[in-house]
């Protein structure tokens, strides 16, 4: 490819996620790919406004497609929301010969990136990482997969337990304003109720399934929860609350927390995060930007970074309605 | 619903595969949801022609989307071949009330259920079930995600002592006639070379690449071979060829063989064989016969079984050079 | 061997662990080889005043050694505590003939048979299985080392997101009031400290410590907190008071909670478990009775369950020291 | 500590083995903490003799407790054995400063060790790393724990498959001339039979025991196979056997291969390694050399290299009956 780029950075910003490693791995390699130089910036935006910087050969990425977290650290940059943080960043990186840029992460991240290009008019392409699976343009963030096996996995011991003792549990888990982890790991997880903000379930209607299920003969029952559902102030309330209707009940609470961001990344999160790294790369090489790498139909496509990070993904509700079926 | 149906059998055939028992307990649980009664049916097409019949409601598939393998056993059927052994199976089905069938497989599986449906015109719906994802008319079989998975945590694990020891590794992976597992999970190991039978390598252009692979650093590989590769008569002789055109590398060899098959399901295993269940049950009831339910561009849809007996799944040339850019 | 025992029962009381099940497994297997009838005993001491009873054979206790949970369930009996409820549970066994028990479970578990035994003069052997490795008489008890794996494994993950981040973890454990857990799982994960309930070390150490392993260059922490511990009311007021005195910290809590008790049994667990539960039944065959069977020195052996009762396991200095050298 | 030693030279050697890591980090955060230097060694003995040494601070193995493997590299040395090969490693050391080592790996390492300790009167202790857990001195070495926990994890995988279909797996496992793998994984997983290097077991021992199993019922079988074991010529052999013997058995071979070696260590690797490391420093620092750290009933003890290298590590034979009971 020929091209006007002779030197890329790449960063992660915002809430890591497993498979970032993976996707750095990938962009440094298709820079040594396509022979262009590689650049790695530490700790996001702030690292950008500091100075940070580190090339990067494909020797430099061995042995991390398999590692959680992310090599080059994360952080979130209050400097950069001033027009003087993001001054210093451009400086910065004009001065290190850097002229396109690769960021992993979120909403947060690629709001900044669009800013930045917009006002230095610096080619900028996102790669979506985090493990909340809350961004329009794709239908995998990069961790999402690991993060719903992590999830299943542990929810898999809660029941060992649960059963033994014919308990009730509300597992808690991640996925901010959006209920996929809740819904994809809850029906994997063979959970009894599935609280999402998306659906407003209600108290009464909790407790009345509740009753169902155990009419039904089931003597133990998993009750995921999604963190941002709002039909109790909390789980700990939600706990309260079902204790004092179903008495009868021994209820329990586990809050399964930022075990859900690590972790050795799935294959599929792996395989994903090689082919975006990669079409990342590509597409500035191609004279492309302000644009966000993802998964649409099984194929690698770019989304303008505005419709990425206005748009939110959806719920899908045929498998809300897969899921109360299959909890029958 | 209302239907004319009123009873559906479920079988598993031939090679068993992660998410058969989460597809059954669907199926168990949707014809309950849809009140219809819901019959196992034990050892595949054999059970079914020596009247191996259960009657399953939804207790009897609990705690069992976790568990690889399938509760209603597998087997290979000689005497399914044989009218006489079709014509036994329509009477016990007929005489236990079954009148329709989903059945989870594959291509010999759906081939079996083509016939039956042609002869007796008996109403069948199939489910993709293999780890080998070599199926038309879905981007993924029932086990092959969790098999990517158990074989990239086996490399992972493979890589480790490789590394120590600055060996190379030739590991076998199954896949039958498709490269999916290998190229899939050879991405996702970060293999240095990937042997898939839709692409002929050649012994010559393997040493060749490996040489170059060794100058550029790496004091260790791995090459992922899929089982249904032709570019040595097996795995062993590839590891003698080397030895002798490589003779400073200390060559080993592994091959993963059946554990590919088994261990829990996945989370997207999970809830993929929760949806096919539920969609293999509703189309039944809506009337529909002969088709494979599977998932394509993200929906659950359906293919004619012919077609999905016929076509066959493509590999992706977009990862074959994916793969070669990250393994660079 | 020759023996009055016809017929051995065997339950599972309290906490459930890992282990429990490849325990019941052995019994049952040893009652088959010694030629002795086995029942199993539903929900612990309340099932055996129900009557809650099942003859159990060989085959009934196939592919359950993996499995974590207990498959006779478990459960805390107030009315085993009255004099009325444990005669009743007498009358049971005599009627269902009954002659001797295995009982899997801690301390109250054990405090039950003992009184049972004083009462009936019933012959009784115990088998510790709890998590919390709390037990005297045994320097493992059934679920321990398993509930290590799923600790680290899980400090492995917060790992990844801590050193991301630059975070500072709490992270809280199970343990009772015993440091087991927190001590070897600190160690394990590489905690920076490890606070258990035998030593007070007192808040002021603690931020010192912090200190002190931020000066020697190190940016993310861990600090695993025993339930047990008194150093805070609770994990949330650590993270309150460290955040006020060291404000540069931006600290998270994560509470492991009941995936900890749940999961597939080690090997370590599995073997320990078919040793104890076939060197219960000899016990009992050899007309021993009021022991718990244990593991002293790396060999299997008896200890009076009074003893195992009132002593403690004791916390090894040794290793809180190893602890302090190799987190510096 | 007062002592003449200044510096500590670290190796691994022989075969890797997961936990070595953890007794790296432990051994150089030891010598920091007891303010000595500490130099790590890369590729054993090999590297010892080419000078290929690299000063190591607590930073220096930071995250590296998790990981499998050996961050120093492993390797068989032949000039080693060569007179002039060690006095070539007396003066690296020497020029370096360095004054005792520590080595980690099994009974060549040692034997190496004692060898340069006569020479040279140079301090050495010796740390056993090896999967296969057949060193005298010790009832655990390093890696065996987790490569238990690999293998039964694999056969547990293996099990889902095999329940499906009826089938009889032959799966070979490592350890060299001694059957603790074998033993232990296959009381753990369940196996039908497990044979040993330590018992003649015999062909017709075996189609006999096999029958018998099918007999009460069983429908599938796992026999695990120790590769030191004589009873066929291979694993291969025994299968061609026991078709022909059993021709209504459905046979297959899994070979674990080396993913047995990697890993991330269990949590009880990682303590070990801990104390084993700590131990090592402490020791050369109290004037001792020759040594082997251990485990010998739950202390950590030291064994003379003599005898740690001419003893062999016994089978348990309480084990073996445990085995028949619980697979009946």
């Not at 790369?281 to 993802?294: A, I, T, W, Y």
């Amino acid at each position: 490819m020929s091209s006007t780029i002779k030197k890329i950075g790449v960063l992660t910003s915002g809430g890591d996620s497993p498979g970032m490693n993976a996707a750095i791995r990938a962009v440094v390699r298709a820079c040594s790919y396509y022979n262009v130089e590689c650049v790695g910036i530490y700790r996001g935006y702030q690292g950008m406004i500091e100075g940070d910087f580190k090339a990067m050969g494909p020797r430099d990425v061995k042995n991390i497609i398999n590692k959680g977290g992310t090599i080059l650290k994360s952080a979130r940059s209050k400097d950069f929301m001033t027009k003087e943080g993001r001054e210093k960043s451009f400086h910065n990186l004009k001065n290190s010969g850097v002229d396109a840029l690769v960021l992993i992460g979120g909403d947060g991240t690629f709001t900044g990136a669009e800013i930045f290009n917009a006002e230095f008019n610096f080619p900028v392409i996102g790669i979506p990482g985090t493990i909340d699976n809350d961004i329009f343009g794709t239908t995998n963030t990069l961790g999402y997969d690991t993060a719903l096996n992590t999830v299943v996995d542990a929810i898999d011991k809660i029941r060992d337990t649960a059963n033994s003792h014919n308990r009730l549990f509300f597992v808690e888990v991640m996925g901010r304003d959006a209920g996929h982890i809740a819904l994809n790991a809850g029906i994997g997880a063979g959970a009894e109720e599935i609280l999402i903000p998306e659906e407003a379930f209600g108290l009464d209607r909790l407790v009345e399934s509740l009753n169902r299920s155990k009419e039904s003969g089931k003597t133990s029952s998993i009750v995921v929860v999604s963190e941002g559902d709002k039909i109790g102030k909390n789980v700990f309330e939600l706990k309260d609350y079902v204790e004092e209707n179903m008495p009868e009940y021994d209820v329990r609470v586990s809050v399964l927390g930022h075990m859900q961001r690590g972790g050795s990344p799935s294959c599929f999160d792996r395989v994903l995060a090689s082919r975006l790294g990669v079409k990342a790369v590509e597409s500035l090489l191609e004279g492309k930007s302000n644009f966000m790498v993802g998964l649409i139909e099984d194929k690698i496509a770019l989304t303008p970074l505005e419709q990425a990070i206005k748009g939110s993904s959806k719920m899908d509700m045929e498998l809300v309605k897969v899921s109360d079926i299959v909890s029958s």
